[in-house]
């Protein structure tokens, strides 16, 4: 008796015939694609599919790794970013202090300008004192009768003219400043050599009785005139206003200190004697 084929055993021969053409014509393709030197069919479905998803995985990766390592290491990394925060302000600091020796040496080698062009003999002083609501202005100095210190003895700084003694103790002295109403410093202006007296007004100077045919300019330099008191030459400051009327004697100047007054921590008293 001769079996018949079934439905189902002629559909897998068909599906089986099917496969053996697909690898004979993949076969073929392969072998023509190696004879002409290109990409075979399967380098090229690597090179299209597998490629991109094989780096899509190695990037995730890279970012689950490097998340765990942060996570395991957060507390190295912590301390890792306390030490350069650390650095970062000891740096500063360390910046800071050769900006504050920088300035303090420049501000010394004004002085030493100041101590080589004035006569006499100076002593250094550091500001110990001021009281800025008193009734006058005037700073208190460390040094006093027992250092050398005398009544109107002349005080300056690398900047000019900061005031002179007006009472002295023996360890300390107390100096009145140029920019107080009661003083009075003979000075004239430096390029035209007119003459006037400078007072003060609390916060700034103003040179008075300057002759009406005297041309002021802003900017003149103002220094101190040959007195009873103070040498010549030192610099009190700089016209910065003009108040000129027809029908007055004198003109008058308003004038930006040199010195800044409200900074002041160390001084020279240029002694009498």
């Known amino acids: 008796m001769v079996a018949i ?61 490097n998340e765990a390592y942060v996570t395991t290491h957060a507390r190295v990394i912590a301390e890792q970013d306390a030490a350069l925060a650390a650095k970062a302000r000891a740096l500063a600091a360390a910046d800071e202090r050769l900006k504050a020796h920088g300035v303090e040496n420049r501000e010394l080698l004004r002085m030493l300008a100041v101590r080589a062009a004035v006569p006499g003999r100076t002593i250094e002083a550091d500001v110990v004192g001021y009281a800025p609501e008193a009734a ?20 300056l700084n690398g900047d000019g003219l900061i005031g002179h003694v007006v009472d002295v103790g023996p360890s300390s002295a107390h100096v009145l400043l140029i920019v107080d109403p009661t003083s009075a410093v003979p000075a004239y202006l430096q390029h035209t050599h007119a003459w006037g007296i400078v007072t003060g007004t609390w916060l700034h100077a103003r040179m008075k009785y300057i002759g009406q045919d005297v041309h002021l300019t802003f900017g003149d330099v103002v220094v101190t005139g040959l007195g009873e008191i103070y040498p010549a030459g030192i610099p009190i400051g700089t016209v910065s206003q003009i108040d000129r009327k027809d029908n007055a004697l004198y003109q008058v100047a308003v004038l930006q200190p040199a010195v800044n007054f409200e900074a002041l921590d160390r001084v020279l008293v240029l002694v009498s004697r």
């Open 5 to 65: 084929p079934s439905f189902w055993d002629e559909r897998k021969l068909l599906v089986f015939l099917a496969l053996i053409i697909v690898a004979s014509v993949v076969m073929l393709i392969e072998i023509d694609a190696a004879r002409r030197g290109s990409q075979s069919l399967a380098d090229q479905f690597a090179g299209t599919v597998v490629g991109p998803i094989q780096g899509a995985l190695m990037v995730t990766g890279r970012a689950i790794a």
């Open 136 to 155: 006058r202005r005037e700073l208190e100095i460390d040094r006093g009768s027992s250092q050398g210190i005398a009544l109107n003895d002349v005080v």
